[in-house]
């Protein structure tokens, strides 16, 4: 049974590009949340996908989109990148309780 | 939101101690888990405990959710236990599957 999966694994983009991050969920989960963690720092909640809707979102701004597959799959997207926006992000899925971590894509924004 | 903290903030071990690392919660939470992260970044669940008490191996916990507090009991502790230890907490109603996080224990453990 797959755990959850993330790509890449490691990005380097340029101030002012866009980044697609890709997910995939945990066999039966049907829940994606997505987390920015900064170095040092507990992660900080982006949003969570639920029956291909964003059901909720942290305190990040609207650069910050995602989607959700039929299949559950979900994706990132950040616009407009930002020197601050250089962390490790962090999918993590669900099945109504406790939630189960991909091994997350470092992106460095140079 | 709700506060997460977690004490202590780092901890250095020989190999064999015992340890005892602290969640605090500044409101009622729905569930609560422990998670240890590894130096490549991985969080990998340690326990899922909304309330009560679980043991896995040399790991246990322990979470009073009417006191609002979890702690995570480490016994003779390795070297591979090292990295960042975090506690996650979600609420209720609204904020309800969002995990908030603590800034976790930094735990290193000696030879």
């Known amino acids: 049974d797959a755990g959850v999966t993330q790509s890449p694994t490691h990005l380097i983009k340029t101030r002012g590009q866009q980044v697609t991050l890709r997910c995939s969920p945990k066999?039966?989960?049907?829940?994606v949340s997505w987390y920015q963690q900064a170095l040092g720092q507990g992660p900080q909640f982006i949003f969570q996908?639920?029956?291909?809707?964003?059901?909720q979102r942290g305190n990040f701004p609207d650069r910050f989109s995602g989607h959700q597959f039929p299949n559950y799959s979900s994706e990132l997207n950040v616009n407009a990148l930002l020197l601050g926006d250089s962390a490790l992000y962090l999918c993590?899925?669900?099945?109504?309780?406790?939630?189960?971590f991909g091994p997350g894509t470092r992106l460095t924004v140079t | 939101g709700i506060q997460v903290e977690q004490s202590p903030p780092d901890l250095i071990l020989q190999e064999g101690a015992n340890s005892t690392l602290r969640c605090n919660f500044s409101?009622?939470?729905?569930?609560l888990q422990w998670f240890h992260q590894n130096p490549w970044g991985q969080l990998i669940n340690l326990f899922y405990?909304?309330?009560g008490t679980k043991q896995n191996g040399r790991l246990s916990a322990t979470t009073v959710a009417t006191e609002r507090y979890s702690l995570l009991y480490i016994s003779s502790s390795q070297t591979t236990d090292s990295g960042v230890y975090f506690c996650?907490?979600?609420?209720?109603?609204?904020?309800?599957?969002?995990?908030?996080f603590g800034r976790g224990t930094q735990l290193t453990v000696w030879p």
């Open positions: 996908y639920y029956e291909e809707e964003e059901r």
């Open positions: 405990i909304p309330s």
């Open positions: 996650a907490v979600t609420g209720r109603g609204s904020t309800l599957g969002r995990l908030y």
């Open positions: 993590a899925s669900s099945l109504a309780g406790e939630q189960y």
């Open positions: 066999s039966g989960h049907d829940t």
């Open positions: 409101d009622s939470v729905n569930n």
